[in-house]
């Protein structure tokens, strides 16, 4: 028997002596050592020409190969708005610069002449009205401008020049009034002249309005020829009684009871009282008032007021001045040339624009200033013609007044109306310390003044000034209203009353530079 077969192993595989080749791994990224293949630096450009020749001078080569290129569009705009920003700027400042040294040139050898009557004379002197341009708590705002564009040429001319202060709507009206109405009641004789000193130097009156009328009158801006001409129709043309404004305002205020104090009933008087009569008390013997103190407001000072008997006198011949010498003399006297400055004041939010644009063209004002200046330092005169435009002069300025402006009347109600609502408290409080109804309380003590009626009519007075003052010149300078003229004020063959200075005709390619 055979012995069992057992499975034969199987035999290896067979192995290709030429295997296939296999992929190479990927290579691991390794900063430290894989590197970029070196870039080819580009060849340098070839330099012909003198650049050429200059590369042997030391210049670097990437200098004389640069070209220029326009920068962004953001630095261009940037660059662009600066540049033109900065060249008008220069340009209106260099043109200022020119016209005043232009004008100083021409006028400045009439400076340099002798003064007729040597040492002891004197030169040319004008009086600059500056009315307060409405909505601008700055009352000096004309008078500001006067001195930028008009003074420099003045002063180099050797004129002189006065400048009243107008701290309220319609205060040049009221001093022209009252400066004309002296003068025409010291011609009539109802006031005595002023004195006079015989001293160097001191001018008479004669010798005074001869200087007044060959220096002149600047009156700058529409408001202070609207008060000025109103001055001028109120002195001339008015009557010549005695006036003096704040007189006027306490004679309103001295009979409208907001301090009247109602009398105690009196007891019945017994057989042994003695007579009311004889009482010292209550006798009726007139007494000295007492000197009312000064406002503090520089246009409103005014001589001390003269004593009763003075007074009783001057309303006696108040009352007995011949109604002819109301009747305005004819002919006027001769008037100061006038001399009319155009003026401009933009305030508020919404005239920015405008204040930008005035800003970059300074030179318009620095030309307007220089043209009246000349006219009044050569005296180039002309008559006041209204139908020729003298009247609407500067109108396009009363477009500029701002909308607080025009509620002036409504702004002075209120603050009338809530300053007598606490009067009403704070005279109670006055009356009951005047009476010793109350100590003083511990303000009061800190303070060391106890507030007394006097003290209340004083501040109320003051109070009053100011607003009735405005509400007085607002109805004089307000847009609707219009300049104060009398037909009598012209003869009708164009050689009127009033002289102004003659201005050179605007150009209107100058205002569009």
């Known amino acids: 028997m055979s012995a069992p077969e057992h499975p034969r192993p199987s035999p290896p595989p067979a192995t290709n002596p030429n295997p296939p080749p296999q992929p190479n791994p990927a290579p691991t990224a390794n900063p430290s050592s894989s590197k970029p293949p070196p870039v080819a630096k580009p060849k340098p450009v070839e330099l012909t020409g003198f650049r050429s020749a200059l590369s042997h001078t030391g210049i670097p080569h990437s200098v004389l190969t640069w070209k220029p290129k326009l920068p962004s569009r953001n630095w261009l705009i940037f660059w662009t708005i600066t540049a033109s920003i900065s060249g008008a700027y220069y340009y209106d400042r260099r043109e200022c610069k020119r016209i005043k040294e232009e004008t100083i040139r021409k006028v400045e050898s009439q400076g340099k002449e002798i003064l007729q009557g040597g040492s002891l004379g004197l030169n040319r002197k004008v009086t600059v009205y500056g009315a307060k341009w409405p909505g601008d708590e700055d009352t000096d705002r004309a008078l500001r401008y006067f001195r930028k564009y008009v003074k420099p040429y003045l002063v180099a001319a050797a004129i002189d020049y006065d400048l009243p202060t107008s701290p309220l709507h319609g205060s040049i009206t009221r001093q022209i009034h009252a400066k004309i109405l002296a003068q ?106 007492t000197p009312k103190a000064t406002t503090g407001l520089g246009f409103l000072s005014r001589p001390q007021p003269p004593s009763p008997l003075q007074t009783g006198q001057s309303q006696q011949t108040t009352y007995q001045i011949p109604e002819r010498y109301h009747t305005p003399p004819s002919p006027l006297p001769p008037q100061p040339p006038i001399l009319l400055l155009p003026f401009v004041n933009h305030i508020g939010f919404s005239q920015i624009p405008q204040m930008i644009l005035s800003f970059f063209t300074e030179r318009h004002r620095v030309k307007e200033g220089s043209e009246a200046a000349l006219a009044l330092i050569n005296n ?134």
């Open 184 to 289: 025409r009641r010291q011609a009539l004789g109802l006031e005595p002249p002023s004195p006079q000193l015989s001293l160097p130097g001191v001018l008479s009156p004669e010798e005074y309005q001869k200087r007044e009328l060959e220096g002149g009158v600047v009156l700058v801006g529409r408001a202070s020829l609207k008060e000025y001409m109103e001055g001028l129709k109120r002195g001339w043309m008015g009557r010549v009684d005695s006036w003096k404004w704040e007189d006027e305002i306490e004679n309103k205020l001295k009979n409208d009871g907001v301090f009247y104090q109602p009398q105690p009933t009196e007891p019945q008087s017994t057989e042994h009282d003695a007579p009311l009569e004889n009482t010292p008390e209550l006798t009726n013997t007139p007494t000295a008032p």
């Open 380 to 513: 180039h005169i002309r008559p006041f013609n209204p139908s020729s435009g003298d009247l609407d002069f500067d109108v396009a300025s009363e477009e500029y007044y701002n909308k607080d402006s025009r509620k002036l009347p409504t702004k002075i109600e209120e603050a009338r109306k809530d300053y007598y609502e606490n009067l009403k408290v704070r005279i109670e409080e006055a009356r009951k310390y005047e009476n010793g109804e109350r100590e003083m309380t511990e303000e009061e003590k800190k303070s060391g003044k106890v507030i007394r009626i006097d003290d209340l009519m004083e501040e109320r007075k003051k109070k009053e000034l100011r607003w009735m003052g405005n509400e007085e010149g607002w109805e004089i300078i307000r847009p609707e209203s219009q300049v104060s003229w009398d037909e009598r004020w012209s003869n009708g063959n164009g050689d009127g009353w009033l002289k102004v200075f003659e201005l050179p005709k605007s150009d209107s390619n100058e205002k569009s530079e």
